[in-house]
T-cell receptor
Framework: AQSVTQLGSHVSVSEGALVLLRCNYS??????LFWYVQYPNQGLQLLLKYTSAATLVKGINGFEAEFKKSETSFHLTKPSAHMSDAAEYFC????????????FGKGTRLSVIA | KAGVTQTPRYLIKTRGQQVTLSCSPI?????VSWYQQTPGQGLQFLFE???????NKGNFPGRFSGRQFSNSRSEMNVSTLGLGDSALYLCASSSTGGAYEQYFGPGTRLTVT
């Protein structure tokens, strides 16, 4: 079975500071991994995805994530936080083979302080 | 291309009633998945439909059901509503489901009183 653990339900950073949101996964088979963002009263928007090509994945809005198999991690980073980055972020995992549903982490709420 | 649309956006129901939510996927997408989002349980998978057939099902009671039509539009129904069914219900579509990226709608906010 696949699962993800997001460390920290709430992360607060200053505007211009580094953003680091942590995600660790568990999977019995090679996984595909995703980061989604959810703004208030909206659905989820795909930020980036790892599908076994490059281990460093670049997404929208300046975000990137690195797949580290040895650490079973897929942490999300952004060099400089902007006020508009304040939102809920979800890490998700899926099997790389077969038609199985996405499994989401509990989410991390990011606050950006001016 | 139009995105995933969900109707209605907001709904208030009374305990014991039933409700039907609708989802229209992106044109050409054949897979529709439904999720329930609550503050306590987070995002939980309900079911997935592909070409009018339920392909995957989450761990929810039989009160939760769904269907998909030949044009890929999907509906989900919840019968005998309880207070615990208050949630944001999200629909997501993808071209084939599985490992392909899913596109989410804005959700339907259901409040049960």
């Amino acid at each position: 079975a696949q699962s993800v653990t997001q460390l920290g339900s709430h992360v607060s950073v200053s505007e211009g500071a580094l953003v680091l949101l942590r995600c660790n996964y568990s999977s019995s088979v090679p996984p595909y991994l995703f980061w989604y963002v959810q703004y208030p009263n909206q659905g989820l928007q795909l930020l980036l995805k790892y599908t076994s090509a490059a281990t460093l994945v670049k997404g929208i809005n300046g975000f990137e994530a690195e797949f580290k198999k040895s650490e079973t991690s897929f942490h999300l980073t952004k060099p400089s936080a902007h006020m508009s980055d304040a939102a809920e972020y979800f890490c998700a995992v899926i099997r790389s083979s077969g038609n199985t549903p996405l499994v989401f982490g509990k989410g991390t709420r990011l606050s950006v302080i001016a | 291309k139009a995105g995933v649309t969900q109707t209605p956006r907001y709904l208030i129901k009374t305990r014991g009633q039933q409700v039907t939510l609708s989802c229209s996927p992106i044109s050409g997408h054949r897979s529709v998945s439904w999720y329930q989002q609550t503050p306590g349980q987070g995002l939980q998978f309900l079911f997935e439909y592909f070409s009018e057939t339920q392909r995957n099902k989450g761990n929810f009671p039989g009160r939760f059901s769904g269907r998909q039509f030949s044009n890929s539009r999907s509906e989900m129904n919840v019968s005998t509503l309880g207070l615990g069914d208050s949630a944001l219900y999200l629909c997501a579509s993808s071209s084939t489901g599985g490992a392909y990226e899913q596109y989410f709608g804005p959700g339907t906010r259901l409040t049960v009183t």
